[in-house]
């Protein structure tokens, strides 16, 4: 469920792809069950195939993954949380337009 230039984050990936990024990066918190989840999918692939190399964006299936949504208190899907230099920096829990992920990484890439 992910487009060509969406990365796929896992428990085992997740600190090296993720918090060592030298770009900011977007990350989408999901289930296959979720039907919110499928309606974000496509908005999060847009933002992978616009923003090529100045920003990860990426899923984390959170059945799969679970260590990483308990480090960070994932408690609903979707949620979405932009990171940089290895820290949260925006948090989006729910349905969320793509104009609003697009801006807050665009905050984030400074």
Known sequence: ???ANTKTFTDDNFDQE???SKVPV????WAEWCMPCKMLAPFIDQLADELGDKAKVGKIDTDNN????V???IQAIPTVIIFK?????EKFVG?????????ALQRAAG
Do not use: E, I, N, S
Not at 26 to 29: E, G, I, S
């Open 1 to 3: 469920m992910a487009g």
């Open 18 to 20: 993720v918090l060592q």
């Open 26 to 29: 977007l990350v989408d918190f």
């Open 66 to 69: 679970r260590a990483v949504g």
């Open 71 to 73: 480090r960070y208190g």
């Open 85 to 89: 230099d290895g820290q949260p920096v």
């Open 95 to 103: 349905l969320t337009d793509k104009a609003r992920l697009a801006q």
